[in-house]
């Protein structure tokens, strides 16, 4: 089982950056498929980056050009550098895991590994 840890949430005004950063642990980091969900209150959780074991990355239409995902598969670690933050970024952030992704890589269902969530807050 994957333990998955994030941090880096805050809160910050719009314009603003932010680096998430989440820890695995219990398993091969370089053999997980990684990705970051948000979800807000009343909403659906929705996929907001991947980053592919081989290093390709995907992102949703609402984040391309602002968000940026890595990993260092030596600190076990994927992250999620966030610039030009919009007050619509808001939402609790989520890391997720899984061996098998496919091209779906948007859809929660497809991860087992899930970390606690940390909250970004961007204001006007």
């Known amino acids: 089982q994957v333990q998955l840890v994030e941090s880096g949430g805050g809160s910050v005004q719009a314009g603003g950056s932010l680096r998430l950063s989440c820890a695995a642990s219990?398993?091969?980091?370089?053999?997980?498929?990684m990705a970051w969900f948000r979800q807000a209150p009343g909403k659906e959780r929705e996929g907001v980056a991947c980053?592919?074991?081989?290093?390709?990355?995907m992102y949703d239409d609402s984040v391309k050009g602002r968000f940026t995902i890595s990993r260092d598969n030596a600190k076990n670690t994927v992250y999620l550098q966030m610039n030009s933050l919009k007050p619509e970024d808001t939402s609790m952030y989520y890391c997720?895991?899984?061996?098998?992704?496919?091209?779906?890589?948007?859809?929660?269902?497809?991860?087992?590994?899930w970390g606690q969530g940390t909250q970004v807050t961007v204001s006007s």
């Open positions: 980053i592919y074991t081989s290093g390709g990355t």
């Open positions: 219990g398993s091969t980091f370089s053999s997980l498929h």
């Open positions: 997720a895991a899984d061996r098998k992704v496919g091209g779906r890589w948007y859809a929660a269902r497809n991860y087992n590994s």
